[in-house]
């Protein structure tokens, strides 16, 4: 069974960075893209941006590009989500998953396994 920690969410101002973490601890996900996913009260759970096993591709939504990083560390099984300039539309929870393919990708259907998900508010 994978399974996958989400940590790191808070209330933020409009303008400030964050970073999400998401640990792999029984590391059994290293042959696996990861996701990170969000949802806002009332609304669909929504793509953010995925990075295949072994971080050489990595894709985003485009309401993120070029705001959001996703990297991962495979030394300790952790994939991050930098997120710059917040706002306040990217309060959510957001989630960790782990696909069951290798490659990155944005079809949330192959997304298995997920986290129990982190609060992001960010306050206008």
């Known amino acids: 069974q994978v399974q996958v920690e989400e940590s790191g969410g808070r209330l933020v101002q409009a303008g400030d960075s964050l970073t999400l973490s998401c640990v792999n601890a029984?590391?059994?996900?290293?042959?696996?893209?990861v996701g990170w996913f969000r949802q806002a009260p009332g609304k669909e759970r929504d793509f953010v941006a995925s990075?295949?096993?072994?971080?050489?591709?990595?894709i985003y939504d485009e309401s993120v590009k070029g705001r959001f990083t996703i990297s991962r560390d495979r030394v300790s099984s952790t994939v991050y989500l930098k997120m710059n300039d917040l706002k306040p539309d990217d309060t959510a929870v957001y989630y960790c998953?782990?696909?069951?393919?290798?490659?990155?990708?944005?079809?949330?259907?192959?997304?298995?396994?997920w986290g129990q998900g982190t609060q992001v508010t960010v306050s206008s």
């Open positions: 998953a782990v696909s069951r393919l290798a490659a990155a990708t944005r079809d949330k259907s192959v997304y298995r396994y």
């Open positions: 990075i295949s096993w072994n971080g050489g591709t990595t």
């Open positions: 029984r590391r059994t996900a290293s042959n696996n893209g």
